[in-house]
């Protein structure tokens, strides 16, 4: 290496190693600015994964039900307490009316509002061993900013499908 080129590549004497304080604070201004951008985005991000995680959640419960109700040869009930922000999946195992075994439960995520529950004006959806639900109906989820989903059951399939609202705010199927 010619001596020209070593010299660019070696500090003058006497000067310490490292960035100074202006390099320091220029960087910091512009990560600060770069952040102040990006972060509401992904808050608002983080917001709408929960809340389809939610009405995914939903979604499942209740074709897990209605699954094991044709599985099992039972009538399967799920309970769903927005307030306490949980829900049951019972048996019905010998027919006579009274859902005695408890096959799971889960939490409603935090953060997500349960608006709507409304089964035939009941909080709960009994599948009967063909798979049929006691009623059709539906679960209107939303978060704090207004974000919603809506699960709904068709009365006779049982299927449970989302719906997201278009731009007029009318529900459409995801």
């Keep these: 290496m010619s001596a020209r080129i070593l010299r660019r590549f070696t500090r003058p004497f006497g000067a310490a190693p490292g960035f100074s304080l202006v390099e320091i604070m220029v960087a910091l201004v512009v990560a600060g600015i770069m952040l102040s951008f990006t972060l509401p985005e992904v808050a608002r991000s983080a917001r709408l994964h929960k809340l389809r995680t939610a009405a995914t959640l939903f979604q499942t419960t209740l074709a897990k039900a209605r699954s094991e109700a044709i599985t099992k040869g039972v009538t ?11 829900y049951i999946i019972r048996e019905d195992q010998d027919g006579d009316g009274y859902f005695d075994t408890y096959t799971g439960w889960g939490w409603i995520p935090r953060g997500i509002q349960v608006s709507g529950l409304d089964f035939g004006g009941n ?3 009994s599948f009967g061993p063909n798979g049929v639900p006691s009623s059709s109906g539906s679960i209107l989820v939303s978060t704090s900013t207004g974000v919603r989903r809506e699960i709904r059951l068709a009365p006779g399939s049982g299927a449970a499908t989302i719906c997201v609202p278009d731009p007029e705010g009318q529900l459409t199927r995801s």
């Design 123 to 125: 909080t709960w959806v």
């Design 76 to 86: 399967v009930r799920v309970d769903y307490w927005a307030e306490g922000g949980f």
